[in-house]
């Protein structure tokens, strides 16, 4: 408990981040499939919601470093240190992930151009993903050391940052189609219930690693009820997302097959009430969601044991 109190400025950057990264993809994903210029256009110039996801993470780890004249070790530590190469990676793709969004505003963007700096971007964010998902996996810190604590990593970020997306879009007033939808929340679900499996898996796992001292169950004795919440909050989140679909759909109508094949019509047109009514249950739901990661992170954090101790 003590460990993850001092560490919690980085238990928010893995826990937000990660989010952001994802959402990010989700709505870049959507620019590339929407029917028409406009709507992607509109998702590409409101990617700023995940890009300050990941700025606020990147903020939060930021105290953890003392005094900014720390960040020259930051540097210097570049292919030799995870945390290192963690925050480096982070800063290439907001570098690589604010540039497509201020290019983004130009209108005489071809769907070639596109396609590429949105592989681009992409590209930097699964790598910026995998640098923070392996960053606390040292030997002598025998529980991190775990094959599934970079797999919790990203299924985490896979439930949250698919909520991040969604509410992205409905920021920027736009309605993916029931498919895409759909697809979406399928796959945070599937996330959310795998991640709850290979938790378990850990916990498990935490029963043969033990000291002198202590053994690491005892660390984290309320690991079972973490898992229990971060379903909960988790499978809450995703609900509310489809609870935002069917407003909207009860609210326009469902629309027809062949105009559901890739993306909706913007929202500009649809009903205030459902303006302002979707982005308040999406921002309800990444809010859950968030706090369910969060559970997760904090008990990682909480099972730190050193070799030796």
């Known amino acids: 408990m003590e460990t993850a109190l001092t560490e919690i400025t980085l238990v928010l950057f893995t826990t937000i981040a990660p989010a952001g990264l994802v959402g990010y993809g989700v709505m870049a994903l959507y620019s590339l ?37 720390n960040a020259l070790y930051v540097l210097a530590g ?19 992930g604010g540039a497509w969004w201020m290019v983004s505003f130009r209108d005489d963007i071809t769907l070639g151009v596109r396609r590429a700096a949105v592989a681009v971007v992409l590209l930097a964010a699964l790598v ?16 991190w050391a775990l094959p599934t604590v ?20 409905a920021v920027a007033r736009q309605q993916p189609s029931p498919r895409f939808v759909a697809a979406a929340l399928v796959v945070a679900a599937v996330a959310a219930v795998a991640n709850g499996a290979v938790l378990l898996v850990q916990w498990h ?23 229990g919440g971060f379903l909960v909050l988790s499978l809450a989140a995703l609900a509310l997302c489809a609870v935002a679909e069917r407003c ?25 009430s459902v303006r302002r009514g979707r982005p308040l249950l999406l921002g309800a739901a990444v809010l859950l969601v968030l706090v369910a990661c969060f559970l997760v992170r904090f008990t990682f954090y909480a099972m730190r044991m050193t070799v030796g101790v």
Not at 150 to 165: E, I, R
């Open 205 to 227: 796992e935490l029963a043969a690693i033990e000291t002198t001292l202590v053994a690491a169950p005892d660390l984290v004795p309320w690991t079972p009820a973490a898992i």
């Open 33 to 69: 499939v929407a029917s028409e210029r406009a709507q992607a256009e509109a998702a590409s110039r409101y990617l700023v919601v995940p890009l300050v996801l990941v700025i606020t993470g990147l903020i939060a780890s930021a105290t953890h470093l003392g005094t900014p004249a």
């Open 78 to 96: 570049v292919g030799r240190s995870p945390l290192a190469n963690e925050v480096i990676a982070v800063v290439a793709f907001l570098v690589a």
């Open 248 to 272: 909207r759909k009860a609210r326009r109508g469902v629309p027809s097959e062949k105009n559901a094949l890739v993306a909706g019509a913007s929202e500009g047109a649809a009903p205030a």
């Open 128 to 143: 910026a993903l995998y640098f923070i998902s392996v960053a606390y996996s040292v030997p002598w810190i025998p529980t």
């Open 150 to 169: 970079p797999l919790t990593l990203f299924l985490n970020a896979l439930v949250s940052g698919v909520v991040v997306g969604l509410l992205g879009l």
